[in-house]
């Protein structure tokens, strides 16, 4: 649970308790964070956490928001939190306040309570050892760690927390690549080879990063490890991967995946493996045209990507007909059918990719297009198109239209906001300002 932050309801009833952004720069309160000089509020949320300790549960995390280029600009804020310092030092300051006053709550409640924490990620992602010592001087030393630290940060950064903390206090890391999916309007990606230009982008969750964090737990012998699972577009994949490499397995990623597949699908495990690597999702928020800012995808398409686009709308066919096939043999395998409406998930997906690539395409030919009536008809194709996808995705989904009950609109499928952005294109003198946020929460992570 937040940390100060997920406090959707308790905003929504009551807006004026929200954080106080500055007025200036487009800064969102996209985690419902709520102002702790507002009467009521620190109340109301150690309050919380006390009847969920009296409901009988064992244990909790609490996951701080990650606003961390600006803290709440109300006077009582500035004057308890930010004088003297940075917004982002502003908000650690007091979310360590805030952490203890509910681990006291807490422990009154439940003296064996697990209490873990997923925090201190922001930047710098890097963390100065004099911070993170200062940071385990603050806080009580039976909170536990369920993020140490992001997955954004080599290697080398893992043990400096250990050693700052204790491995007995480690008992996760961000080992969450599934989620992923959650965040992409339903767009499949688990591998490596399901993104464009992987090496390029900051934000690393895909399955052989847990794999490497998993190896590295084992490694440091840490308390334990844990796997976030929001979407099953990856199968048991993940499932597979956290409970092998958790338990000390060296093996090759090369030999997991394709033993894995077998154990699973037998003799369609190769063609399983095959449409999993297979797949090139690019998000339509990786239009060249799309400038509002998206979380998880950071490079926008050029020309240089025109053959892998090419590359992947030849191999679209193939791929569809391995999900037919596999959707087909679901119908008279048993082995098979529990999997059938991933497989129909799959087939969506992939059916998606290809109205994408064309509009990737598309808005490549736009860029370079001078002559302003064909660079109007190349709009016309980006929403025809735009038209399609969506179209493909509600055959399926239903949670398509934005919200914006919390203050900040916003929806997973960008339709609506390449609309709003091709609008302001054509109509410079009367734009449409009302941004559509994708990403939902994840709007957090855009310092990455």
Not at 80 to 106: F, Q, S
Not at 235 to 252: P, T
Request: proline residues 6%; contains cysteine; negative net charge.
């Amino acid at each position: 649970m937040g940390l100060n932050s997920y406090n959707g309801a308790y905003s929504i009833k009551h807006p004026e308790a929200r954080t106080k952004p500055p007025k200036t720069g487009g800064f969102l309160n996209d985690f419902d964070s709520l102002c702790l000089s507002h009467p009521g509020t620190v109340d109301y949320i150690v309050r919380s956490m006390e009847r969920i300790a009296e409901l009988g549960f064992d244990g909790f995390t609490i996951e701080e928001s990650e606003e961390g280029f600006w803290y709440c600009e109300c006077e009582g804020c500035r004057e308890t939190w930010h004088k003297g310092v940075e917004p982002v030092e502003a908000k650690h300051r007091a979310n360590i306040w805030l952490l203890n006053k509910i681990y006291k709550a807490v422990r009154a409640v439940n003296p064996d309570a697990v209490i873990g924490i997923r925090a201190f990620r922001q930047p710098p992602l890097e963390k100065d050892p004099a911070f993170l010592k200062k940071t385990v001087e603050s806080m009580p030393g039976d909170i536990m760690l369920f993020w140490a630290p992001g997955l954004y940060v080599p290697e080398t950064e893992f043990p400096k927390w250990c050693e700052a903390f204790g491995r007995h206090r480690v008992w996760a890391r961000d080992t969450e690549s599934n989620s992923i999916t959650s965040t992409m309007g339903r767009l499949y990606r688990t591998f490596k080879s399901n993104m464009l230009r992987y090496e390029d982008e900051a934000n690393e969750q895909v399955i052989e990063t847990d794999i490497r964090q998993h190896l590295g737990s084992v490694e440091m012998g840490v308390h334990g490890i844990n796997g976030f699972m929001f979407e099953w577009f990856g199968l048991f994949m993940h499932l597979f991967a956290h409970g092998n490499y958790g338990w000390g397995s060296r093996m090759d990623p090369e030999e997991f995946f394709p033993r894995v597949c077998a154990l699973n699908f037998g003799i369609w495990g190769e063609t399983v493996l095959s449409v999993m690597r297979g797949m090139l999702t690019i998000h339509e928020s990786q239009m060249p045209i799309y400038t509002t800012p998206f979380p998880f995808q950071k490079n926008r398409v050029t020309d240089g990507d025109i053959p892998a686009i090419l590359a992947a709308k030849e191999n679209h066919p193939k791929l569809l007909q391995k999900i037919e096939q596999l959707q087909e043999a679901s119908e008279r395998d048993a082995r098979l059918a529990v999997w059938r409406p991933h497989f129909d998930k799959w087939h969506n997906a992939e059916r998606r990719n290809a109205v994408i690539y064309d509009m990737m395409l598309a808005a490549l030919d736009y860029e370079r297009e001078q002559d302003p009536a064909k660079r109007d008809a190349l709009l016309d194709e980006i929403l025809r198109l735009n038209e399609k996808d969506f179209a493909i995705a509600k055959e399926m989904f239903f949670d398509v239209n934005p919200v914006g009950e919390t203050g900040v609109r916003s929806c997973m499928f960008p339709y609506h906001e390449i609309k709003r952005l091709i609008h302001n294109i054509r109509h410079p003198e009367s734009p449409d300002e009302d941004i559509i946020c994708s990403g939902i929460e994840a709007l957090g992570w855009l310092w990455l």
